[in-house]
């Protein structure tokens, strides 16, 4: 039983460039939050996603949009890249009214 | 606003020595509390979760932690350690009626010889 995946594993961007980082919930959930953990800090919430809506956003600027697919699979954009968002980006999954989620393996970005 | 605060950023402790990595919250509603390892290069993996009940909870690798709503403490411990256990560790707490994890900054294990 696949996990969550998480693509691609490693990114570089230019400053002011957009990026997609892509996520496949693990099987059965249809919950997905995105996390962003910069070096040696804990990861922060992005957003979350449920049924195709952002059911809570956290303190992060507009730049950073997503999107839920059908499949429960799920989109993270962000523009106008600073040198600041460069951080591992984390995915989680879950099914609605679980608590605890599971985590993928991460995209490392870095913004040069 | 709700916070999580692990005082040790980092923890040394000898092989099959034990050990106690501390994490305190701040809140005054309900809290579902977790620990979270992350090994190199990895995503996060769960240890354990206390959602309400018995204030002792067992985890995954001889892992377990103890509710304290008095001291608003949730610290995970281990009677043996081995150096496969070096990682980083994070405590987590959800708020009822919230869907996000408040993370602390963690703490880094390592398992000495």
Known sequence: DAGVTQSPTHLIKTRGQQVT??????????????????????????????????????????????????????????????????????????????????????????VV | AQSVTQLDSQVPVFEEAPVELRCNYSSSVSVYLFWYVQYPNQGLQLLLKYLSGSTLVKGINGFEAEFNKSQTSFHLRKPSVHISDTAEYFCAVISSGTYKYIFGTGTRLKVLA
């Open chain 1, 21 to 110: 980082l892509r996520c496949s919930p693990k099987s059965g959930h249809d919950t997905v939050s995105w996390y962003q953990q910069a070096l040696g800090q804990g990861p922060q919430f992005i957003f979350q996603y449920y049924e195709e809506e952002e059911r809570q956003r956290g303190n992060f600027p507009d730049r950073f949009s997503g999107h839920q697919f059908p499949n429960y699979s799920s989109e993270l954009n962000v523009n106008a890249l600073l040198l600041g968002d460069s951080a591992l980006y984390l995915c989680a999954s879950s099914y609605v009214g679980a608590e605890g989620y599971t985590f993928g393996s991460g995209t490392r970005l870095t």
